[in-house]
């Protein structure tokens, strides 16, 4: 028998793959060039050479019968052992071979990590706004969702929200540090809050409570901002790492979780996310992307160019009187919608062929997120288009 659930979530419309469907018909119509969509988080710079480099060498120069095998289910041990030495070299740590699972991108890390600590009755808890596909990874573990709503202050952590969300029954809390939809940052001092509230939980309900640490934008930072390591504030923590976004690699499916070397059931946890791999059927982490890895260690795509489109767009959506934050990290822009309904907004932006996405899917309704990893040139042309909304609203 067919399972509800699953044919549910399959015939679910995808807002953002609705809008970029409407986004082709109106290139097709109009010429891509007059279509200014901002709908999708799909690097739109080139990987860094050093990767095509490595891919080249290493099926040039390696036995392809090993390049392209499989490799043991958490991923082959040396470039497991290249990952521990890069992040104790860098936020030092302290992490070895056997902390590391490699997986099929962030979502795999996140599902797998999700259904290792997160079973029936208990709950997740994600801070709006998020990541959709946290709740469908929770809801597949069996789990239920909590959400905390928006600091809409600055989209860091709502503390007050927080406290009265956890409880007896709270298995674990995401963050996503820079966030996907708002760009923000976690700050040190909101870490070492968290911990702290965390640390007071586990010791009030006598249980573990996992931090989950989606990392998938941690490198995706401008003007000197830092992303502090969750591992060194917070025992309990899963670091759910990808390099689709770093190495501009989504396609290519390739990341990892770190199990925090310091967990207090740090073997069970271990064992739990390698099962949980296991039972969702990811066999091992693409084999050839694994042993590109090593090479390309700290490299990332070309973040200048976010940067250059970030501050355009910043500055140019000020003028016209929307408002926003200046997102710290990541790259999308969190704008508050002029009316109530952001869908209604996101519609009359149509009329200007802009192409954004409501805020309603990352629980935050009232706001759009605006994806810039897109060419400089499309921001630019798509500027006065943003003045001719804004002025459709007397913002200016
Ligand atoms: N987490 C966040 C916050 C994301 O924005 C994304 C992708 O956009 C993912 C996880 C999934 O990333 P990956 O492509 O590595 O699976």
Redesign the pocket.
């Known amino acids: 028998m067919i399972v509800k659930k699953m044919q549910a979530l399959g015939e679910k419309r995808s807002v953002i793959r609705e809008i970029f469907e409407y986004g082709n018909a109106r290139r097709a119509a109009i010429g891509a060039e007059n279509v200014f969509d901002f709908s999708l988080?799909n690097p739109s710079v080139p990987a860094p050479d050093a990767v095509n480099e490595e891919l080249i060498r290493l099926l040039s120069a390696t036995d392809s019968v090993a390049l392209h095998g499989y490799t043991s289910a958490p991923g082959d041990a040396g470039v497991r052992r290249a990952i521990a030495d890069y992040l104790n070299k860098t936020y030092g740590v302290g992490a070895s071979v056997g902390d590391l699972y490699m997986t099929v991108?962030?979502?795999?890390s996140?599902s797998a990590c999700l259904s290792a600590v997160a079973g029936e009755g208990e709950e997740v808890i994600a801070f709006a706004p998020f990541?959709p596909?946290y709740r469908v990874f929770t809801e597949q573990a069996g789990a239920s969702l909590c959400v905390v709503p928006a600091d809409e202050e600055n989209f860091e952590i709502n503390f007050d929200a927080l406290a009265d969300a956890l409880s007896a029954r709270t298995a674990a809390v995401i963050i996503?540090s820079p966030n996907?939809p708002s760009g923000a940052v976690i700050s040190e001092a909101s870490l070492i809050r968290l911990a702290d509230a965390l640390r007071a939980a586990e010791a009030k309900y006598g249980h573990v409570i996992y931090l989950i640490a989606?990392e998938?934008?941690r490198e995706l930072v401008y003007d000197g901002v830092t992303v502090p390591y969750a591992t060194r504030y917070y025992d309990d923590t899963l670091v759910c790492y990808?390099f689709?976004k770093s190495l501009s690699l989504?396609g290519e499916?390739i990341?990892y979780v770190l199990v925090s070397p310091t967990a207090k059931e740090h073997d069970a946890v271990y064992a739990a996310v390698c099962g949980a791999g296991r039972s969702l059927g990811y066999v091992c982490a693409p084999s050839l992307f694994q042993k590109l890895l090593p090479a390309c260690l700290g490299l990332t795509a070309d973040i200048d160019t976010y940067k250059t489109n970030r501050d355009l767009l910043y500055e140019g959506l000020s003028d016209y009187g929307f408002t926003l934050k200046k997102p710290e990290g990541a790259f999308y822009l969190f704008m508050k919608s002029p009316e109530p309904d952001a869908n209604a907004f996101c519609e009359r932006a149509k009329k200007y062929e802009l192409l954004l996405v409501p805020g309603d899917d990352f629980a935050c309704p009232g706001y759009v997120r605006i994806a810039y990893c897109v060419t400089t040139e499309q921001i630019r042309r798509s500027l006065p288009a943003f003045a001719a909304l804004a002025k459709e609203y007397g913002l200016h």
């Open positions: 988080g991108g962030a979502a795999a996140l990541f596909e996503n996907n989606d998938p934008y990808s689709s989504p499916r990341g």
